[in-house]
């Protein structure tokens, strides 16, 4: 039987990283099945999922927190199950002036209408030809059947316009 584990990892950004999380996860039999890795402010950050036989996991936690002088981790053995509700996948993409509460109101409205982000990314960059800040969010929005597209870009498109950004869904 399979176990699945979350890891979060925060540490310094170095070379070596990504292979020394790989060398453990692979010297136990361990799969890498997905993860979300980047540099920020000087820092690594990362999500990961990793499958492994259920006879390995324990020993494979126990070598991944021998790592933890380098990295923080937070290890999260967990179910996985495929969820059968209906439901579309959508993509959003955003950009406007950088300002407090973006994501805030985003997430407020999606939520309202039972819409789940299934991953989220951001960046602020400066605007061309101006001293402004942009700010840029791409996501993936898991939709259910019974909400019409209709109705959740019409909610997107209300609140566009209050927070003065270009909202798209794909």
Known sequence: MKTYLVLTIIGEDKPGIVGSLAKVIAGHSGSWLESSMSQLAGKFAGILRVSVDGNQSEALVNSLK??????????????????????????????????????????????????????????????????DILFKASASLKVPDGLSIDVLQQALENLADDLIVEIKLV
């Open 66 to 131: 021998s790592l933890s002088d380098e990295l923080r981790l937070i290890i999260e053995k967990v179910s996985y199950e495929q969820n059968d509700a209906k439901h579309k996948i959508i993509e959003l993409s955003l950009l406007g002036n950088d300002r407090p509460g973006i994501i805030k109101e985003i997430s407020k409205t999606v939520t309202e209408l039972s819409v789940n982000f299934e991953q989220l990314n951001t960046e602020c960059m400066p605007a061309p030809m101006a001293g």
